[in-house]
């Protein structure tokens, strides 16, 4: 699904924000630039138990939106109980989340996982990580094979557990990438830790929630892998790579940027 990066530009060399304050402020404005753009607080998109939560992001890895939620849909008809998933038949496990990428891989990676959640806990309920805090929540989740800092941060804040974690999608990455927020090698992983500390430390869940949406939304509907259109982006004076490419700054009228 990931398009060639043959044709795409490359991203800021170093980062670099130009602005006092350093990245954290360049991190600040942006968020602050796109939450104009874009509207915040932007509204939750899920609230699912962290368990389903848990299945739906193992689900949209490299998958749109709309594949993904047919599988989910499709998964929790035929096994209201997630429990029944687990000793499910690998092979129907997969037949039913066909639609999405890699289903031959996703199916018993779904069912490993949940197992080893209810290997851990005894019952296969995730309600108690908001006893944590958030480090100590995405340590627990992540000390499951199959279940890195997209999936740990995506069950914490999309959940209704609603808590203060950052997902970086690869939108968001690529924003964050083409902006300088991040360095060029920084993969999808580490970004995760390197973006939160750019933002503030008190931040509740919402305002984190709307940070990665805004720079999602923007990843796909402004800044596009092959071609940024960079002539509109609400950013432009912020961005180092849309700056080498040599676009005209936009007029300001966020709202007119198409959906
Ligand atoms: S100017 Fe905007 S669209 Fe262009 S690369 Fe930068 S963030 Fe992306």
């Not at 939108?171 to 964050?176: D, E, M």
Request: contains cysteine.
């Amino acid at each position: 699904m990931t398009p060639s990066s043959a044709t795409a530009p490359s991203p800021a060399p170093a980062p670099s924000s130009g602005i006092p304050g350093g990245l954290a402020a360049k991190a600040l404005a942006i968020h602050r630039r796109l939450c104009g753009v874009y509207g915040c607080p932007i509204p939750y998109f899920h609230d699912l138990d962290p368990v389903s939560e848990l299945v739906s992001s193992l689900l949209s890895h490299r998958t749109r939106n709309a594949e993904s939620g047919r599988a989910f849909k499709a998964l929790r008809a035929r096994f209201p109980d997630w429990s029944a998933l687990i000793d499910a038949p690998t092979p129907e496990v997969e037949a039913l989340i066909a639609g999405v990428t890699w289903p031959e891989l996703k199916a018993p990676r779904i069912q490993a996982v949940l197992r080893a959640v209810r290997e851990r806990r005894g019952v296969l309920d995730l309600d108690m990580l908001a006893g944590l805090d958030v480090s100590a929540a995405r340590a627990w989740l992540e000390a499951i094979p199959g279940i890195g800092p997209k999936t740990s941060a995506a069950v914490l804040s999309f959940s209704r557990l609603r808590m203060p974690a950052l997902p970086v999608d690869s939108h968001h990455h690529r924003v964050a990438q083409r902006t300088g927020l991040i360095g060029p090698k920084v993969d999808v992983g580490p970004a995760h830790a390197v973006l939160r500390a750019q933002l503030p430390a008190d931040w509740d869940a919402q305002s984190l929630y709307d940070n990665h949406e805004v720079l999602m939304l923007h990843g796909q509907r402004c800044c596009h892998h092959r071609a940024p259109a960079c002539g509109r982006c609400a950013i432009l004076d912020l961005c180092p790579t849309g700056q080498a490419r040599g676009a005209a700054p936009a007029r300001r009228e966020p709202e007119a940027l198409p959906a």
